[in-house]
Every structure is written in structure tokens, then in C-alpha cells.
């Protein structure tokens, strides 16, 4: 090879490697854009309160948006919303605890409409919990299971003011017993 043939050679290999190196770089960039608006781009505006029937989530949902209201027993068969937080963009959505309606729950929130949920506030009966250890276990797997656990899930132990409260670590250690 002659010397007029390398520099021709490099020069047609300098003609591909700009343009892969341009290329890649390109790449890299919009990799590190997307990542980064994913994680730090715009959350959800709605907090879902969820938990077995009489667990308390209506009556915490009452609570929450008027304080003054003073009931004695709730049901909710269909999801109660509210959008009037004044210094916070945030819906609070409130979905009923009935099994038959879970489905729309994990259908609705969990998948459809994912991106617009912010957190969940997993709500417990802390008065019956033993009688219902089972099913607030396979309820909380479910939510933690179809939220793919990328949403931050609060859980609320409700009713500490009954006759025998149960105390959170003793949740804690049941859970992990029927979720095994």
C-alpha cells in the first residue's frame, strides 16, 4: 500500500465516522433527556384512598375536605371525587372498598390512568384487623402488584380509637405472614 492510499482510505472512513459519532452522541442525549423527564417530570395530581369496605376511607375523605361535617356511618358504591384544594393542585379520589368494584379500581386508576395518580393511601380498620388480616393482605398486594410499585402507597391505620386497636407493627408482621 502506498501512502496515497491510506490517506485515501482514512479519509473515506473519517466521511462514516463523524456522522456514526454524531449519531451516537444524539442518541445518548435523548436517552438522558427522556430518563430524566421521566423521573423528575410531571407527576400525577390525584391521591386514591383504598381500603377493605368499612375501613374508613369515606369518612376520612369527609374529614379531609370539611372538617365540620359530623356523620355516623358511610358507603360508598361508587368513587367520590374532590378537586377543591385551594393551595394544591390535587384531586382526592375516594374508591369504594366493595370486592365486586376492585376490578374497575385496577382497570381504571391502576392501569388506565396511572399517570395521573400521585400516591395511595392504603386505609386499614385497625378495630377488626385479625378478622380480616387475610383480605387487607390480598387487597394491599393487589394494589402494590398492579402499581407496579412506582407509586408511593401510604398505609393508614384508621380507628385507633376503638376498644382494641391493633398497633402498626403487629400489621406489619401479619401482612408479611399471609403475603408469603
Not at 136 to 165: H, I, R
Amino acid at each position: 500500500m502506498t501512502q496515497e492510499n491510506i490517506f485515501a482510505m482514512v479519509n473515506s472512513a473519517s466521511d462514516y465516522v463523524i456522522p456514526a459519532i454524531a449519531t451516537f452522541l444524539l442518541l445518548l442525549l435523548s436517552s438522558v433527556m427522556f430518563f430524566v423527564w421521566r423521573k423528575f417530570g410531571t407527576k400525577g395530581d390525584a391521591i386514591l384512598l383504598v381500603g377493605l369496605n368499612g375501613s374508613g376511607k369515606t369518612r376520612i375523605f369527609t374529614k379531609l375536605i370539611n372538617s365540620k361535617i359530623e356523620w355516623s356511618t358511610y358507603t360508598s358504591m361508587m368513587e367520590n371525587l374532590y378537586l377543591g384544594f385551594s393551595d394544591a393542585n390535587l384531586r382526592l379520589v375516594d374508591y369504594p372498598g366493595a370486592e365486586s368494584l376492585r376490578k374497575g379500581l385496577c382497570d381504571k386508576w391502576l392501569n388506565k390512568d396511572r399517570k395521573n395518580i400521585r400516591g395511595i393511601i392504603f386505609v386499614v380498620d385497625s378495630s377488626n384487623y385479625v378478622k380480616k388480616s387475610k383480605d387487607v393482605a390480598e387487597f394491599l398486594y393487589e394494589v402494590l402488584f398492579e402499581s407496579n410499585k412506582s407509586l408511593p402507597v401510604l398505609v393508614a391505620c384508621n380507628k385507633q380509637d376503638a376498644e382494641e386497636p391493633h398497633q402498626a407493627r403487629k400489621f406489619e408482621s401479619r401482612w408479611r405472614r399471609n403475603l408469603v
